[in-house]
């Protein structure tokens, strides 16, 4: 598969031929669509091999890899529109549905057959609402339940709808470490680990408990704010002070700093 990467000023991908990376999406002008200031928030590639490109002020852009054509989607294009210019980021489950988090305005889901969207937003009035409107990351885990990060703890959206909570309580063994909620990953193994500001946790599912790693094994104390895991199964960890590896079988951790190139 492709490689994309979204940066300030455009999209780019890896040529593995020449191994260096080239400027990738054009609008249906031939031009650059992005303007040297861009920023893309989020990129995802649905089940059709359409790149969806969130642009930040500029709403979400659909890119047709076959066509080479370029569908802008915006709050001004009438019923069904999209609900924010900025889109932080984007999940789509095994089932091809494709959810959309705005800045301070909920979620927007993509109804395929309308070409639009559908909002689900915070209301502090309604008790089955978000617990808050900054939303920071969407993604579904393998039973296509939608994990929501917050600056209120977890919300969790399952297949009929219904929300579910977790939250930091310092009086409740097992809760999150914080309710500061900045990312979410799930390992190749199902595993769910959450990134706060106090930290990395795990998720025990079958007591819908979280462990607290960060104060278990003393590591990434300043907040971990993205996670990926790479081939040999270790779980790399940005927090907001550099890069962290961190060995889920021995739990042991290598920081990486400026001395070491970033």
């Known amino acids: 598969g492709k490689i994309y990467v979204g940066i300030m000023g455009g999209v780019y991908v890896f040529d593995t031929e020449n191994n260096r990376f080239i400027k990738y ?75 959309f988090s705005l800045i301070f305005r909920g979620i927007d889901k ?14 502090s009035d309604k008790k089955t609402a978000f617990t808050s409107e900054d939303i920071r990351c969407i993604s579904f885990d393998k039973d296509n339940r939608l994990w929501i990060a917050t600056d209120s703890g977890i919300n969790i959206l399952d297949q009929k709808e219904k ?39 795990e998720f025990d599912s079958k007591n819908s408990t979280f462990e607290n790693l960060s104060e278990k094994y003393h590591f990434a104390e300043d907040g971990v704010v993205g996670i990926a895991e790479d081939n040999s199964g270790n779980l790399w960890l940005l927090a907001r002070r550099g890069l962290m590896r961190y060995n889920k079988k021995d739990h042991s951790t290598k920081k990486y700093d400026y001395s070491d190139g970033l």
């Open 163 to 201: 929300l579910m909570y977790y939250f930091h309580d310092e009086n409740k063994k097992g809760s999150l470490p914080d309710n500061d909620m900045v990312s979410i990953y799930h390992d190749r193994n199902n595993t769910t680990w959450v990134g706060t500001s106090a930290g990395l946790a």
């Open 25 to 99: 999406i054009v609008d249906n002008n031939g031009k650059n669509l992005f303007h040297a200031q861009a920023i893309c928030q989020s990129l995802l590639e649905d089940e059709e091999g359409n790149l969806w490109i969130a642009v930040n002020g500029s709403g979400l852009y659909k890119y047709d890899t076959v066509a080479k054509q370029i569908t802008n989607y915006h709050p001004d294009r009438g019923p069904g529109s999209l609900g924010h210019n900025t889109v932080l980021s984007s999940a789509m489950n095994s089932n091809g549905e494709m959810y």
């Open 110 to 123: 993509y109804i395929k057959s309308e070409d639009g969207f559908i909002h689900y937003s915070y209301d």
